[in-house]
């Protein structure tokens, strides 16, 4: 089936038929008349894109937000929402249990709520560039995520249960404020992919040599006192 993208940012809302770069036009709607799109129920969106650019108004900002809200986001399988500034994340986001990729990079998010459980389907997420100091107990049972993003944060701690993501394979925690790696890791069995550069690790667990898919290990800007301590498999 044709896969639609929608593009809503202070100035425009574009509608594309088809992805862009596929030599199909767009259609320009302006964001007042958002809902157009509404009443449109015959159009199925396969993607949301949402951004600001750095000389927004305020009233353009509020505007966009407003706009987002009245989109029925259950006809997606993605959902962009970068950069616009939030402080918490949409409700109506939690409602779409089919959401296959979630993109909330470069906004002030301080707390990921415990509703992000119901996002069963998920597979991506992007939580880069926030405030985020943990992560709730939903979102380790989230396991079918295959790639997650969640460098340039306040994250202290790493659960153990991080070992519940088996079909993870890319894992990009760098710029964080982590002290310590859990040794379940490990039973990330599909990992290739590990990125905990500039934190606040001393060591690494030994069982990270169980990696056996393991491509990439970046851990560059830790105070490293070996590569891999056996004592730091607690």
């Excluded at 779409?96 to 992000?116: E, G, K, V």
């Excluded at 790639?147 to 994250?155: G, Q």
């Excluded at 550069?197 to 560059?220: G, H, K, T």
Aim: glycine share 2%; aromatic share 8%; net charge neutral.
């Amino acid at each position: 089936p044709k896969k639609s993208y929608l593009q809503i940012s202070n100035k425009k809302m574009y509608y594309h038929p088809s992805y862009p770069n596929q030599g199909q036009p767009a259609l320009r709607f302006e964001t007042q008349e958002a809902s157009f799109l509404k009443t449109q129920k015959k159009r199925k969106l396969s993607k949301w894109s949402v951004y600001l650019s750095d000389d927004a108004t305020d009233d353009e900002e509020e505007e966009v937000k407003r706009t987002v809200g009245e989109f029925p986001v259950e006809s997606g399988s993605a959902f962009v929402l970068r950069n616009v500034k939030l402080v918490e994340i949409p409700p109506q986001i939690f409602e779409f249990s089919a959401l296959l990729s979630l993109d909330l990079s470069r906004n002030a998010l301080t707390s990921l709520p415990n509703d992000i459980a119901s996002l069963s389907s998920l597979t991506h997420v992007d939580l880069s560039h926030n405030l985020l100091e943990y992560l709730p107990p939903g979102f380790y049972v989230l396991s079918t995520l295959v790639e997650v993003k969640i460098s340039s944060n306040r994250l202290r701690l790493l659960s153990p249960s991080i070992g519940r993501l088996t079909a993870l394979k890319s894992l990009h925690l760098s710029d964080n404020r982590i002290t310590v790696l859990p040794r379940t890791l490990a039973d990330c069995q599909e990992l290739v992919e590990l990125d905990v550069s500039y934190n606040q690790l001393r060591d690494l667990p030994r069982s990270l040599i169980f990696l056996r898919e393991l491509m990439l290990l970046a851990a560059w800007g830790n105070p490293l006192r070996s590569p891999l301590d056996p004592a730091a498999d607690g």
